[in-house]
C-alpha cells in the first residue's frame, strides 16, 4: 500500500489569474502557462507565503494523493478534482483530505486570512459564471468603441471610462468578474507581459444593451505599463483581453436581495454594474441597494455625475471625501459609523449581501467598522456565516 502525501493546488474555477502567488514565491514553485496557474509538487516547501497575497482564495487548495497531480495535469484541468477518499490512510488519520492538515499549517492558514475577507462563496441565486475563456495563448481581439476621462485634471487624479467591443467573438461576463488586458511589447527576459486584471464596470448585456461590449474603469498610474497603454488608447486600437475571471465575486439574480457596497476609487466599477443590471431587469424589486463610495474629492470620485442622478429609490448614496479643503477628512469607515442604525439593521438581514472593493487598505477600516456597529464577537461570527451563505465578499488590491 503506497503512503499518501499532502499537494498544494491552485483552483482554477476561482483563480483570476494575476499572478502575485508566482511572483511571491520565494523558490519558484509556482508557474503557469496559456490555461491555468498551477503549483509544482517536486518543489513545494508549504512555506505559505503565497496564501496571503491571493485576492479571490483559490491558492488555498489541497488534497491528499497517494500519487501528485503532474503540472500536465493541472494545466489542462477546468476544476478542481474531487478529494478521494482513502478509508485505509495511514494511521494518524492522513487520508482526511483538508482536514488532514496538521495544527501548526491550519494555524498558518488562519493567520494568512486574517483580515482578508476569507475564501468567499457565490451568492446562492447567482448566475454561472463563465471562467478562463480566453487566455494568453489565445486571447480575445477587441477593439476601443471609446475612452473618456471621468475625472478633471486638477484633480490630480486620471480616471477613464474604456468601452471594447468584441464584435462577433463571444464574450458572456457577468458583473463581479474581471478581465485581463494584455500590454503590448516583452520583458526584460524577452518573454511576453502578463496581463493586468480590471474589473468590467458594465452589465452582463453590454455597456450599450444587447450589445457585445464591456466598459472598465481604470486610473493612470504614470509608472504602470498597462494603466499607461490602456489609458492611451484610441477609438478604433485594438486589445487583447483575457477571461473572463472570478466566479465568486458575483450579484444575486434575486430581486428582494438587498446590496451593502463599499468601495474606494476604481472599486466602483463592479458596484456600477451591479447598479446598471438593477436599473435595467428589477422592475418593481423590493431589495434596496446602499453604496458608501469614498475618494478624495467629488472632481476625483468617478462617476460622480451619473450616480447623482440614480434615484434614491434604487441606490443609497453616500460619497465619502478626505480632501475636501473645507472639512475634516471623512473616510467610508467613519460614514458607516455615522450611519450605524442603517448598517446594524441590514447586516442582521438574512437578505442582505455585503460586497467590499477598492485598495487593500481600507479593508482593516470597514472591518472595525463592522466590529464597532455589531460587536466583535457577534461581527465575526455573522461575518463568516455570511462568508459562507454566499453573502460576503472582499475583492481589495
Not at 462563496?121 to 486571447?139: E, I, Q
Not at 487598505?361 to 470597514?366: A, I, K, T
Amino acid at each position: 500500500m503506497s503512503e499518501t502525501m499532502k499537494q498544494h493546488l491552485i483552483d482554477p474555477e476561482i483563480c483570476i489569474r494575476c499572478y502575485t502567488c508566482e511572483m511571491t514565491c520565494p523558490i519558484e514553485a509556482i508557474t503557469h502557462d496559456d490555461q491555468n496557474v498551477v503549483v509544482d509538487v517536486a518543489k513545494c516547501n508549504f512555506c505559505m507565503d503565497c496564501i496571503p497575497v491571493c485576492p479571490t482564495g483559490s491558492i488555498d487548495e489541497w488534497r491528499v494523493v497517494r500519487e501528485p497531480y503532474s503540472l500536465e495535469e493541472q494545466f489542462s484541468w477546468s476544476e478542481l478534482p474531487a478529494q478521494e477518499d482513502f478509508d485505509d490512510g495511514p494511521e494518524g488519520g492522513d487520508g482526511g483530505g483538508i482536514e488532514a492538515l496538521d495544527e501548526a499549517m491550519a494555524a498558518l492558514l488562519a493567520e494568512a486570512h486574517r483580515g482578508a475577507g476569507g475564501r468567499s462563496r457565490p451568492p446562492a441565486t447567482a448566475s454561472k459564471p463563465t471562467v478562463n475563456l480566453y487566455t494568453l495563448g489565445k486571447p480575445a481581439i477587441a477593439k476601443v468603441q471609446g475612452s473618456y476621462r471621468l475625472t478633471t485634471e486638477e484633480s490630480g487624479s486620471d480616471v477613464r471610462h474604456v468601452i471594447l467591443d468584441f464584435g462577433a467573438q463571444p464574450f458572456p461576463v457577468l458583473e463581479g468578474q474581471s478581465v485581463g488586458i494584455i500590454p503590448p511589447g516583452t520583458d526584460a527576459d524577452g518573454k511576453p507581459h502578463l496581463p493586468r486584471l480590471y474589473s468590467v464596470s458594465s452589465p452582463r448585456d453590454g455597456e450599450r444593451p444587447n450589445f457585445n461590449n464591456i466598459s472598465l474603469t481604470v486610473k493612470h498610474d504614470p509608472h504602470g505599463r498597462c494603466s499607461s497603454y490602456i489609458c492611451g488608447l484610441e477609438k478604433g486600437d485594438e486589445v487583447r483581453v483575457t477571461g473572463p475571471f472570478g466566479s465568486t465575486f458575483l450579484m444575486p439574480d434575486d430581486p428582494s436581495a438587498r446590496l451593502l457596497m463599499i468601495c474606494t476609487g476604481t472599486g466602483s466599477a463592479p458596484f456600477r454594474a451591479f447598479t446598471m443590471r438593477r436599473q435595467r431587469t428589477a422592475t418593481g424589486a423590493t431589495g434596496d441597494m446602499v453604496l458608501f463610495f469614498g475618494a478624495r474629492s467629488p472632481d476625483s470620485l468617478p462617476y460622480f455625475g451619473p450616480l447623482a442622478k440614480v434615484p434614491d429609490r434604487l441606490l443609497h448614496k453616500h460619497l465619502v471625501f478626505s480632501r475636501l479643503a473645507d472639512g475634516a477628512r471623512e473616510y467610508v469607515q467613519d460614514r458607516m459609523i455615522t450611519e450605524a442604525a442603517t448598517v446594524a439593521e441590514m447586516i442582521a438581514d438574512p437578505k442582505t449581501h455585503i460586497y467590499v472593493c477598492g485598495l487593500r487598505g481600507m479593508e482593516e477600516g470597514v472591518e472595525r467598522a463592522f466590529a464597532e456597529i455589531a460587536g466583535d464577537a457577534v461581527w465575526t461570527s455573522l461575518r463568516d456565516a455570511m462568508r459562507n451563505e454566499g453573502r460576503y465578499h472582499v475583492e481589495t488590491y
